[in-house]
């Protein structure tokens, strides 16, 4: 027999309709919501703080830019860096019960860094425990039944205390949103219209229920999500990975995904994390979902009611997402600058350990002499060699297109003093060079090395950094342009930075001396930038490895930060298990 739960996945109700159904999920929220239970390391503090991360600020530039709060009476204060006021706000009723239980945390400035690693654990219920789909970051997904409509039910965590002890399901309210409740988007005029996202490409959220702390009668700064929606069969990375889908199934995912992205953009939501486990799929049908880590032009709160875009203006203001996953996700989240935009198509149309391992996951040592003795040990048996030294060319001063003979020469560039070009025998022009033997000087160890293992002062790291954009900058004066700017690639004899290895450059003089000592390759390739696809992940520029946008000066975050923990998040890719320990630290 049919239930109320049947009108659940209308888009279409009356509005009496529309009630029954809200009192029914009403209902089942009173019953589920003390199924949760979780515990937080995290602290009234940094409560104050994600609070801060989800105020709208009458700029919304002022996400990307504030460092510090304080808040004085009822109003709260953002600075920037240099503790310079920015904005002046007025506190929500949920900080100002905070600061009453806290006041220790008023008047004070608080830094936006001071936010704890979140540690804590969900307690599930055995009943929940069969039931769970999926734990990543601040989400938790369970299926639950509705009738005869087996649905996907997502947990989204905006306050650290929420269904923790301190914060439980007597002290919240709620709100139930559904999508019989608004029209389909179809455009991203700023305005207040009753529209959502509605497209075969996209996760279908049935019903949102917005929690609030009891005390917000404004119901202005929502603490979390449970939403209902659809429920789907898996995701694209398990498929591609664990599976073999055809090259007509491989074509539809791909224009189901870009078909639903460039609708989101149609109405207003730039998705910023394309990885492969936030496109779901029903049979072949791709599903855009995972909306933590967007950004949104319009503005409309209708979006945010029905679980779609968060409140805040760091939503609004794609500069202020520091978070993502590398190899997807917009440099700028990471600490450099660019985009990155279908990256995914690599994915669906290569096999998948070559593309996951060269695009993706950073090799080691091991593995990259394995690979170079594969690409170095090709079979030429009959060379023929010519032979130029340092002494042969003079300096090089200037980027003109000419034929003279120089070559770089600077004390933050790697010094060659000979190079022998390898050429077929039969090669009588010598116009195709096969390989080189480079005598080269010889330094102490790289960057990454002295980072990782030692513990240069502050003095020798600044004498690094001033060298390594030396070096660059002369690079660049002579016509020469690296595009391979990791740590590896930056040799040290004791604190003398050098840049090295020149097999992905652009260099447009035209000059043949260059290639002659080993600084340039022969080849149209190493004369157009855009033809460079290959580099490091992180350090190379996006669209090398299928997007677009620029990565620049990247290894500046590595000079003065701590190395593991910004390894960690703007270079070495994560697992699951560690990805879903930073999400609580990011995303909450």
């Not at 096999?351 to 391992?357: E, L, R, V």
């Amino acid at each position: 027999m049919l239930t109320e739960f049947a009108l659940l996945t209308a888009l279409t109700l009356n509005s009496d309709e529309r009630e029954v159904l809200r009192d029914k999920i009403d209902e089942w929220v009173k019953l589920f919501l003390p199924k949760l239970e979780r515990e937080s390391t995290r602290t009234e503090k940094c409560r104050l703080i994600a609070s801060v991360e989800r105020h709208e600020f009458e700029d919304d530039s002022n996400a990307a830019d504030w460092r510090f709060c304080k808040f004085v009476g009822k109003n709260g204060i953002i600075f920037n860096e240099d503790k310079r006021q920015i904005q002046k706000f007025k506190a929500t009723s949920f900080q100002k019960r905070i600061l009453r239980r806290n006041p220790n945390l008023s008047d004070i400035f608080i830094g936006r860094s001071e936010i704890k690693e979140e540690n804590g654990i969900w307690n599930f219920k055995n009943e929940l425990k069969d039931e769970l789909l999926s734990e990543r970051g601040e989400a938790i997904v369970f299926s639950q039944k509705f009738g005869e409509n087996l649905m996907a039910v997502r947990i989204a965590v905006f306050d650290p205390f929420l269904f923790t002890k301190q914060f439980g399901a007597g002290q919240i309210k709620w709100r139930t949103n559904l999508i019989s409740d608004f029209e389909t988007a179809t455009k991203d005029e700023e305005d207040d219209a009753l529209v959502v996202p509605v497209h075969k490409n996209i996760i279908r959220n049935f019903a949102n229920i917005e929690i609030f702390d009891s005390g917000d009668e404004e119901e202005e700064d929502s603490l979390g999500w449970i939403t209902i929606m659809e429920k789907c069969d898996g995701n694209l990375r398990e498929k591609l990975k664990n599976g073999n889908p055809t090259l007509d199934e491989r074509i539809k995912i791909a224009t189901g995904i870009k078909s639903g992205l460039k609708y989101l953009e149609k109405v207003g939501i730039k998705h910023s994390d394309k990885k492969l486990a936030n496109f779901l799929l029903i049979g072949d049908v791709a599903k855009v979902c995972d909306f933590g880590l967007v950004s949104e032009l319009s503005e409309r709160k209708s979006y945010r009611k029905l679980g779609y875009t968060r409140r805040g203006s760091k939503y609004k203001n794609g500069s202020a997402l520091f978070a993502g996953t590398p190899g997807f996700t917009g440099q700028n989240q990471l600490g450099g600058m660019g985009a990155g935009q279908n990256d995914y198509f690599l994915y669906l149309f290569c096999d998948w350990k070559t593309i996951w391992s060269l695009n993706y996951r950073p090799i080691d040592d091991q593995e990259k002499n394995e690979i170079d003795k594969i690409i170095l040990n090709c079979g030429v048996q009959n060379i023929n060699k010519e032979d130029h030294v340092i002494s042969n060319f003079k300096t090089a001063t200037n980027d003109e297109r000419d034929d003279a003979l120089v070559v770089p020469v600077h004390d933050n560039v790697i010094r060659n003093f000979a190079n022998i070009e390898i050429f077929d025998s039969g090669d009588a022009e010598e116009e195709d060079c096969l390989g080189w033997i480079t005598i080269m000087e010889k330094c102490d160890g790289n960057l990454r090395e002295t980072l990782k293992n030692g513990s240069p002062n502050l003095d020798e790291r600044k004498k690094i950094a001033i060298g390594i954009k030396s070096g660059l900058d002369y690079l660049r004066e002579v016509g020469i342009y690296h595009f391979d700017k990791k740590l590896a690639n930056f040799l040290l004899i004791g604190d003398v930075a050098k840049v090295c290895d020149f097999g992905l450059v652009w260099e447009f003089s035209g000059r043949k001396s260059y290639r002659k000592l080993g600084y340039t390759r022969r080849g149209a390739k190493y004369k157009n930038g855009s033809a460079l696809f290959a580099g490091t992940p992180g350090f190379a520029e996006q669209w090398q490895l299928g997007g677009v946008g620029d990565a620049n000066h990247d290894y500046f975050l590595y000079l003065f930060c701590d190395w593991k923990t910004i390894w960690s998040l703007n270079y070495r890719p994560i697992d699951d298990q560690e990805k879903n320990e930073i999400d609580k630290i990011i995303l909450v």
